[in-house]
């Protein structure tokens, strides 16, 4: 198993739906949680952190799921502007080489 | 505003010459990072640094070279040595010793090398 996996997509989605991704990890260890989103051929920015209680910041939900190793990303009422890469990081160790990213995952928003 | 810097934007050269990418941040990160992107591919790690005069090799390490005199700035070296050198570089920045201090990034340096 690959230590962050990710759907890599595309995701097709109409303007205004909910879409929702998920990312697993292989270390039950892990500490922390990030997703970050990138546009093409620009550097990831983050999106948000991910909690263990969950969290939420405006269109977007983050969840944490400890027993089965995964995050998630939920996206509602989806714009034009949400196009883009998702990138999933997970801090493994804790330490400061820990962090590790998934391939991403890529979602159009179909007009 | 503080952020990461990364220069140039674009970087042309031609094979068996070495060449330095710039990367300063004014954010007062201890920890600073350089990853390596490919079409399609997740981002990985090339070199980090949690203290100045002191980095750690990460996944990818060979055919590069990295120093870390100044807090603010740690430039990376492709060296001639690196046999695929043309990628997306970026460097990045973070709290060093909090495990949920996230990752900033500077814009990237886009390296073809011919």
């Known amino acids: 198993r690959k230590e962050v996996e990710q759907d890599p997509g595309p995701f097709n989605v109409p303007e205004g739906a909910t879409v929702a991704f998920n990312c697993t990890y292989s270390?039950?260890?892990?500490?922390?949680f990030f997703w970050y989103r990138q546009d093409c051929r620009k550097e990831p920015k983050l999106l948000m952190s991910?909690?263990?209680s969950g969290n939420e910041d405006g269109r977007f939900t983050a969840q944490l799921n400890r027993a089965s190793q995964y995050i998630s990303l939920l996206i509602r009422d989806s714009k034009l502007s949400d196009s883009a890469t998702y990138l999933c990081?997970?801090?493994?160790?804790?330490?400061?080489?820990?962090?590790?990213f998934g391939k991403g995952t890529h979602l159009i928003i179909q007009p | 505003d503080g952020g990461i810097t990364q220069s140039p934007k674009y970087l042309f050269r031609k094979e068996g010459q070495n060449v330095t990418l710039s990367c300063e941040q004014n954010?007062?990160?201890?920890?600073m990072y350089w990853y390596r992107q490919d079409p399609g591919q997740g981002l990985r790690l090339i070199y980090y640094?949690?203290?100045?005069?002191?980095?750690q090799k990460g996944d990818i390490a060979e055919g590069y070279s990295v120093s870390r005199e100044k807090k603010e700035s740690f430039p990376l070296t492709v060296t001639s040595a690196q046999k695929n050198p043309t990628a997306f570089y970026l460097c990045?920045?973070?709290?060093?010793?909090?495990?949920?201090?996230?990752?900033?990034f500077g814009n990237g340096t886009r390296l073809t090398v011919t």
């Open positions: 990081v997970v801090n493994r160790r804790g330490g400061a080489d820990g962090l590790t």
């Open positions: 270390n039950s260890a892990s500490q922390s």
């Open positions: 991910v909690y263990s």
């Open positions: 954010l007062n990160h201890d920890a």
């Open positions: 640094s949690q203290i100045v005069n002191d980095f």
């Open positions: 990045a920045s973070r709290y060093a010793g909090e495990r949920n201090s996230p990752l900033h």
